[in-house]
């Protein structure tokens, strides 16, 4: 089986609203519930786990029953870093589950298809991570006042999420930066610790996260040029 860890537990600071950036509305829905509909959509996932800031597990329960959500789910805890709630997530996917999908609760434009890519090149290779090709030029500073360096477009990927793997690979790429002391903010940083290549899935079509107020508008955009899938 397949499953899927959403993780909804950030505080989302740079959005500024009083409203969790998860709950502000776009097409007529939560940002969280057009995530969630897409992994409930998706056939190759067999149960999904959302990760949460306690307080909010009811919350999120009933928003499952407000939009006819069927696919079985669990709620889990977050933790005070995003590889910690990742980890507490793993706690609770099913024993049967040999590949999970990780995916930000704010990219509400993943797509079915680009999770069961994610999926077939983890059940292949271990590890995989949807990604885009960079178009801007790319320069390194070291100061943030002066470029420091020219870095090579074609050789950079803008790596995205879902960031899928087989199961017992990311527990054990995920304890092992436990063991270091180190706290990623990338799942596939992690494999990096103990080895495992990671493989690119290209992402054709936009799937931007939700993380400033800007992002509102162009995000709702692209859900009603989609034609609005999930209008309420």
């Known amino acids: 089986m397949n499953s899927a860890i959403i993780v909804a537990a950030g505080k989302g600071k740079r959005m500024g609203a009083n409203t969790g950036k998860l709950f502000l509305e776009l097409a007529g829905r939560p940002v969280i519930a057009h995530t969630w509909q897409q992994f409930e959509q998706a056939d190759c996932i067999g149960e999904i786990v959302l990760v949460v800031r306690d307080g909010l597990q009811s919350t999120f329960a009933e928003l499952g029953a407000k939009y006819g959500f069927k696919k079985p789910f669990r709620v889990a805890a977050g933790g005070a870093e995003r ?39 983890a059940r292949e290779s271990g590890a995989a991570v949807a990604a885009q090709r960079v178009t801007d030029t790319i320069k390194e500073s070291e100061d943030g006042l002066t470029i420091t360096r020219h870095l090579e477009r074609a050789r950079l990927w803008a790596v995205q999420t879902p960031q899928t793997f087989q199961v017992d690979l990311i527990r054990r790429a995920i304890t092992a930066a436990r063991e270091q002391g180190l706290s990623l903010t990338d799942d596939t940083a992690a494999c990096q610790l103990i080895g495992q290549p990671v493989r690119l899935v290209l992402c054709a079509i936009p799937n931007p996260k939700v993380t400033v107020p800007a992002d509102l508008p162009y995000v709702e955009r692209l859900l009603q040029e989609q034609g609005g899938k999930m209008r309420g």
């Open 83 to 121: 590889q910690d709630s990742v980890w507490n997530g793993l706690q609770v996917i099913s024993p049967q589950a040999t590949l999970v999908a990780i995916h930000d609760g704010a990219r509400p434009m993943v797509t079915p298809e680009l999770i069961a890519a994610t999926l077939a090149a």
